[in-house]
């Protein structure tokens, strides 16, 4: 059996760009792409915090310790300029896979630096 879990989360990243003639996908700082382990062109869900919008596109690099995060071509008629997003990857694991898994969670300052990683959420109370 293969179970859909999220593998990395960029939590409350902001958009920087918006950029509706620029090819299809989001650019995002390779640094944040290395820290939370999502591959160049791989398949993202966003999440837009902002304005309830969901998506998917792919994910490409931005320049290294740019803090980019730019939504491209028609993507970016969903996120604007500071809207904040939570940008997810996802894989599917099998039973012995999920023995030791732990997802990459990173959470982004207003800047898009990062406050801190976590490899769980914490649980919800009422």
Same mark, same amino acid.
């Given at each position: 059996?293969?179970?859909?879990?999220?593998?990395?989360?960029?939590?409350?990243?902001?958009?920087?760009?918006?950029?509706?003639?620029?090819?299809?996908?989001?650019?995002?700082?390779?640094?944040?792409?290395?820290?939370?382990?999502?591959?160049?062109?791989?398949?993202?869900?966003?999440?837009?915090?902002?304005?309830?919008?969901?998506?998917?596109?792919? +994910?490409?690099? @931005?320049?290294? #310790?740019? *803090?980019? %995060?730019?939504?491209?071509? =028609? &993507? +970016?008629?969903? @996120?604007?300029? #500071?809207? *904040?997003? %939570?940008?997810?990857?996802? =894989? &599917?694991?099998?039973? @012995?896979?999920?023995?030791?898994?732990?997802?990459?969670?990173?959470?982004?300052?207003?800047?898009?630096?990062?406050?801190?990683?976590?490899?769980?959420?914490?649980?919800?109370?009422?």
């Amino acid at each position: 059996m293969q179970c859909t879990m999220l593998k990395a989360k960029l939590h409350r990243a902001r958009v920087t760009h918006a950029e509706l003639d620029y090819e299809g996908s989001c650019a995002i700082d390779g640094e944040l792409l290395d820290l939370a382990g999502i591959l160049e062109y791989e398949q993202i869900q966003i999440y837009n915090v902002t304005n309830g919008e969901r998506f998917t596109t792919y +994910a490409i690099r @931005a320049e290294d #310790g740019s *803090r980019m %995060i730019s939504v491209n071509g =028609a &993507a +970016a008629h969903k @996120a604007g300029v #500071g809207d *904040r997003l %939570i940008i997810c990857a996802y =894989a &599917a694991y099998n039973a @012995a896979e999920l023995l030791n898994f732990k997802p990459h969670l990173v959470y982004c300052q207003a800047d898009n630096s990062v406050s801190h990683t976590m490899n769980a959420i914490p649980v919800q109370v009422a």
